[in-house]
């Protein structure tokens, strides 16, 4: 089985494992209750977990509990009746929504790119003068109209584009990154010209690139493993130690991340997006910033996410059951 394996070449019932799913299905449910959670509490300062388990919430601890119940409740109630659904299953079914929300991510960050950098430089080179009117080229300068305007209709198409195609895009992006650091390269010394927007679009690019790949390097066990013993295991014991490893390694990682991260109205992933935050470079510049901040989220919770598909696939092999996926480790 390769790679490229899908919830629809495996198996769909198998031998029960009622403890792993629950704890599987329960950790994207509580990852789900967090993201929720985390739009009530900078929207309509709801309690955070936080403020909760501080004893700081008071009587409005009622609804982000009640987020998380009803979260842990729907995956609790999957889990029950499906008692037969197979591990690799269910990893499968978990990767291909993962891999869906890598993909629109590389298209909106495609999209944006594009745009803005576009809308930058005619910003820049005073381009809008007589193609606009004075209105709309004053508020195609100030990042509180582009980013509600015209960063999140991209946004829309972006995931839209996201259901009808299959490749993640991976290498698409890599290029667009050496085109556009070319392109710095040729304009420097070839012309003697060059605007902020242009490294603005490089680290942007290259920022997604690197934290959405990320997710989906895992799932084909591409990432560095310094062992000694692991590589000579058979799949059984893999299964074993890759299991508790995405337990006590994984999965607790991305939790440091996101509780620090999206900690309150102020943390330093929260604060950048709710401001709309842009670089120190202003209207020369492209308004990505506050997106940028947003990719450390993304990551961390992706990254959960295939943990968790990890983590049940990994449980498959401990138990030995059929349907083991080979992959050609490319990091060890």
Known sequence: MTAATDAKVVAKDGDPAPIARLFGWGMLAVLAGFAINNVLVVGWNTPSLRDILSGNAGAAAGT??????????????????????????????????????????????????????????????????????????????RVQFVGPYIH???MIVGLIIALFTRTLGFHWMALMIVVAELAIVISRFGFSYEQALMGDLVRYWYAALFLFASAFTLFEDGHVRVDVLYAGFGHTRRGFINAWGSIFLGMSTTWVILYIGFNGKQSIINSPVVNLEVTQSGTTGMFIKYQMAAFLGIFAMTMLIQFVSYFLESVADWRNEPGHRQVTPTGH
């Open 152 to 154: 999140i209709p991209l």
């Open 64 to 141: 982000t509990i009640g987020v998380y119940a009803g979260c842990l409740a729907l995956a609790a109630a999957y889990v029950l009746r499906t008692p037969t659904r197979a591990l690799r299953w269910d990893a499968a079914r978990i990767h291909a929504f993962n891999s869906y929300i890598i993909r629109a991510c590389f298209w909106i960050v495609l999209l944006c790119g594009v745009v803005d950098s576009v809308i930058a430089l005619m910003r820049v080179e005073s381009l809008f003068d007589g193609l606009v009117s004075e209105d709309l080229a004053r508020d195609l300068g």
